[in-house]
C-alpha cells in the first residue's frame, strides 16, 4: 500500500486557478498511475487526470484545457495544477496511486470549492 498526503485545496472564485499536490510515501516509479479522482455533492465520482510512470497525462473530458497534471520524481509527488476554475468544479479531490502488482490506494481527500 502507498500512503498519499494530499495538500493545496481551497476556496477561489470562478475563473481562478488553485493547485493541489499529493506525496507518495515511496518512489513513483513503482506506481503504474497517479492521479485525482473527484466527487461532487450527490454525484458519482469521476477522474480528473491521471499520469502514467512514464509521464503520460489523461485528463476528465470536463477539465481538458483546464487542468494540467505534472510530477517531482525526485519528490514522489504529484500535482494539479487547475486553471479558469468553475463552480461545478466544485468537489472533494482525492488523489489516487496504482502501485506495480495493481493496488490502489487513495489520500484522505482534499475540498475545492469554487464560488460563481
Known amino acids: 500500500q502507498v500512503q498519499l498526503v494530499e495538500s493545496g485545496g481551497g476556496w477561489v472564485e470562478a475563473g481562478g486557478s488553485l493547485r493541489l499536490s499529493c506525496a507518495a510515501s515511496?518512489?513513483?516509479?513503482?506506481?503504474?498511475?497517479m492521479g485525482w479522482y473527484r466527487q461532487a455533492p450527490g454525484k458519482q465520482r469521476e477522474l480528473a487526470a491521471l499520469?502514467?510512470?512514464?509521464?503520460?497525462?489523461d485528463y476528465g473530458d470536463s477539465v481538458k484545457g483546464r487542468f494540467t497534471i505534472s510530477r517531482d520524481n525526485a519528490k514522489n509527488t504529484v500535482f494539479l495544477q487547475m486553471n479558469s476554475l468553475k463552480p461545478e468544479d466544485t468537489a472533494v479531490y482525492y488523489c489516487?496511486?496504482?502501485?506495480?502488482?495493481?493496488?490502489?490506494?487513495w489520500g484522505q481527500g482534499t475540498q475545492v470549492t469554487v464560488s460563481s
Open positions: 515511496r518512489s513513483v516509479f513503482s506506481i503504474n498511475f
Open positions: 489516487f496511486a496504482d502501485a506495480i502488482g495493481g493496488t490502489r490506494s
Open positions: 499520469i502514467t510512470s512514464g509521464g503520460t497525462a
